[in-house]
């Protein structure tokens, strides 16, 4: 069994900081893509961020460009979201994902990751989620 587990969210105002953290236990796996989406209430889940394999790749929403940057820590699998010049519409809850390549019936290259990273149908593991909160 896998877990993901994040942490790090938090209440800010407005142009704050925060740093998200995405830790994995249970059963070893390697990914191919992770990533992080958000979810606000009301609102469908969105994608955020996502990162292919040992970090060669990074990809991003337009509505987070320049101001997220994802990363991971590929020794013990943890993902990472700093998150700067944080907006009101940045509130939601925020969760991690990732695939499994066991899971794959064929490796996955950077471009096609590209193409599926911002899908929910890409992951086999899904966190539980942080909040974050940005107040004006």
């Known amino acids: 069994q896998v877990e993901l587990v994040e942490s790090g969210g938090g209440s800010v105002q407005v142009g704050g900081s925060l740093r998200l953290s995405c830790t994995t236990s249970?059963?070893?796996?390697?990914?191919?893509?992770m990533g992080w989406f958000r979810q606000a209430p009301g609102k469908e889940r969105e994608w955020v961020a996502g990162?292919?394999?040992?970090?060669?790749?990074?990809y991003y929403a337009d509505s987070v460009k320049g101001r997220f940057t994802i990363s991971k820590d590929n020794f013990d699998n943890t993902l990472f979201l700093e998150m700067n010049s944080l907006k009101p519409d940045d509130t939601a809850m925020y969760y991690c994902?990732?695939?499994?390549?066991?899971?794959?019936?064929?490796?996955?290259?950077?471009?096609?990751?590209?193409?599926?990273?911002?899908?929910?149908?890409?992951?086999?593991?899904w966190g539980q989620g942080t909040q974050v909160t940005v107040s004006s």
């Open positions: 994902a990732a695939d499994d390549i066991l899971r794959r019936a064929a490796p996955l290259s950077p471009l096609e990751c590209d193409v599926v990273v911002s899908g929910t149908y890409n992951y086999n593991y």
């Open positions: 990162i292919y394999n040992g970090g060669s790749h990074t």
């Open positions: 249970g059963n070893r796996f390697s990914s191919y893509c």
